[in-house]
């Protein structure tokens, strides 16, 4: 009994120990390569919004699950949304890994799961990184479930833990669109699993058992639910035409990706890739595993692991099926056949081979454990040798967080830098890719330029800093020299002009409000019979605007243009009234034509600021008149 104990405390002492190390060697407050996709998670954070969230910013994939849930510990807590992100996608890893032990009784297999879970080898540490993980650990979390339900007699307790399995696999395909595969290999998995059961006779006593197909109601029930919650979803996102128009590659992309793929390996193998520990890996893994198979006890019947290990033929299957999709797939073609990609086929297949050692004793098993954790732990130092040795590199937000000292800024880059450099604080700093980069929110641009201070940072995109440069309809000013923080140079801009839109909503006005199709929001405002002439249609918004030359534009329409009456004079006053700007006097005949909105501008320059600036709609009358919006762009 005592060293049964002390073998049990010793398996938590360096299970905790794994899981503390890889926390403050992968998670995003301590990576030394945290990067702006691993920083989206972070940005979404404090501001996430259902629906408009569901999906990452800008694409109609990959369900952003740990901003969700990290957005309860910023907003009820008040914790650093960097440390929510990391608190919450450590969770979820340990969650699924927990969940994956279950089908293991041996410790030490368990602690190679552990090795292999939290330090994968280098080219597959998207595991820990990105989203892969996280898809990996709800099919974990849902086959904990599946097997609980199994393991109940009773059946309300049954369809409850079959309902979460249902739940948490919906989440898996939700997180990545590549869940939708491990279904398919399940399914294979229950097929051979059961192909000697596949009999008329089975299926009869099958459709008379009331549990069986209350559980098969309960699951088709999810399905539905699942189905129209992804819909649901994608309904809510950006959509991403390359993702979803091809799907499949032709002959000439599937033989170019095998040789990516062939290629990449053999790099491996000769020493030319990036990580040396690696490749002794990959060649442990070619002498090893035969040298492991070797020392295992052959069963009879080769087929009966599979046949009595459903989950060991789940994750063969989940590997080959997902592979085979990779190599399928216009869109990881048309990426470059990244490594990332395969990081599924990776823990799948050692899953599988662990369960395999499981099921088969060995002859000298304490030789067979030696061997299999020399090649594990030599992919486990591959995963972080790099940040230690031959020294120690720091965190990437230890470099960041000089941004901090800046207060309230909007930061501009290319995007390997833009939303990466607002991961710190981004409550204080708001940060965009340039408007020639992938701009994932269009929101968060808008932020950006309503900070008090506005910096660029000279990456890829500029060779030097201009001194005027144009973003996103703006015009920014060089102002100051060059300084260097953060590992980046940057400078500082003032936003010349402006480039804004003010809809009805943002203006006081006198009339009714229409649904409108011609609107670009859907509803606009029409004069209403009995207006008071002496105040105007519409005014505002009373804002500032800086010296500079712009354009004013007043988006309107009309029924009759027939009249060559005057309908309205449009103006642009300063001091809120006191001062007229610019004005111009429309006619009804200037419309092109009757019920279509036109945009008729009036030039404007400003020699100085002025404040409460107003853009008015002075209505004269002869037929009617509605209002969407006025443009302010600079010039």
């Not at 069986?212 to 950006?238: D, H, M, N, P, R």
Request: charged content about 15%; glycine content about 6%; some cysteine.
């Amino acid at each position: 009994m005592y060293n049964t104990k002390t073998t049990g405390a010793l398996y938590y002492i360096i299970l905790g120990s794994l899981i503390i190390f890889s926390f403050f060697t992968f998670s995003e407050q301590f990576y030394p390569l945290l990067n702006s996709d691993m920083a989206v998670n972070i940005l979404m954070t404090p501001g996430f919004s259902i629906p408009a969230n569901l999906y990452f910013w800008g694409q109609d994939r990959a369900g952003s699950l740990i901003p969700m849930i990290a957005q309860i510990l910023c907003s009820t807590y008040h914790f650093p949304p960097i440390i929510a992100v990391s608190l919450v996608h450590y969770i979820f890893l340990i969650a699924g890994y927990f969940a994956l032990s279950t089908l293991f009784k041996d410790r030490s297999l368990r602690l190679a799961l552990a090795f292999v879970w939290f330090f994968p080898c280098w080219h597959f540490l998207d595991h820990v990184l990105l989203l892969f993980g996280i898809q990996m650990s709800m099919l974990a979390i849902s086959i904990y479930f599946i097997n609980r339900s199994s393991q109940t007699h009773t059946i309300r307790i049954r369809l409850l833990w079959l309902s979460m399995a249902c739940i948490s696999f919906i989440t898996a395909v939700w997180v990545s669109d590549m869940s939708i595969f491990s279904m398919l290999a399940f399914l294979l998995g229950i097929a051979f699993f059961n192909r000697k059961n596949f009999t008329r006779t089975y299926f009869i006593a099958f459709l008379k058992d009331k549990h069986y197909l209350l559980q098969l109601v309960i699951s088709i029930i999810w399905l539905i639910i699942g189905t129209i919650f992804i819909l649901y979803a994608k309904s809510k996102a950006v959509r991403v035409d390359l993702y979803n128009q091809d799907f499949l590659n032709n002959f000439r992309e599937i033989v170019a990706t095998i040789r990516i793929m062939t290629g990449s390996l053999f790099q491996v193998f000769i020493f030319a890739s990036e990580n040396v520990l690696e490749s002794i890996y990959a060649w442990a893994i070619l002498v090893g595993v035969p040298w492991i198979f070797f020392l295992t006890k052959k069963k009879t019947d080769p087929s009966q692991p599979f046949t009595q290990q459903r989950w060991l033929t789940f994750f063969l299957l989940n590997g080959i099926v997902t592979l085979l999709i990779v190599i399928l797939s216009q869109w990881v073609f048309i990426n470059g056949v990244g490594r990332q990609y395969f990081t599924v086929v990776y823990i799948s297949i050692w899953l599988a081979f662990l369960l395999y050692l499981q099921a088969n004793g060995s002859r000298n098993r304490s030789l067979r454990i030696t061997l299999l954790f020399i090649i594990i732990l030599i992919g486990t130092f591959s995963s972080f040798n790099k940040f230690y040795f031959p020294k120690k590199i720091s965190p990437r937000t230890n470099v960041l967080n000089e941004f901090k000292a800046l207060g309230n800024i909007g930061l501009i880059a290319g995007y390997q830098n833009a939303y990466l450099s607002a991961s710190p604080d981004p409550n204080r700093i708001k940060a965009t890719p340039h408007d020639k980069d992938d701009v994932r929110n269009r929101h968060l641009v808008e932020q950006v330029f309503k900070q008090p201070q506005i910096y660029l940072i000279k990456d890829c995109w500029l060779d030097s800093f201009p001194d005027t440069i144009h973003q996103f309809g703006h015009v920014l000013v060089k102002k100051g020299n060059m300084f260097h923080l953060a590992d980046c140079y940057l400078c500082r801009y003032i936003r010349l002009v402006v480039h804004e839109e003010f809809t009805w909503k943002e203006m006081k006005y006198q009339g009714n409000i229409d649904t409108d199709e011609g609107s670009r929001n859907g509803q606009s405002i029409r004069i209403r019979p009995g207006f008071d002439k002496s105040k105007h249609f519409v005014y505002g918004p009373f804002i500032s605007l800086v010296p500079g030359k712009f354009v004013i534009k007043f988006r309107i329409k009309t029924s009759e243009n027939l009249s060559t009456g005057n309908i309205a004079i449009l103006d642009v006053s300063a001091d809120y009234g006191k001062t007229i700007l610019a004005k111009r006097t429309i006619l009804s005949c200037d419309f092109g034509r009757a019920n279509a909105f036109q945009e008729f501008e009036i030039p404007l320059e400003l020699t100085k600021k002025h404040d409460g600036i107003e853009f008015r709609i002075l209505y004269l009358g002869n037929t009617d008149l509605s209002f969407d919006r006025v443009v302010v762009q600079g010039i």
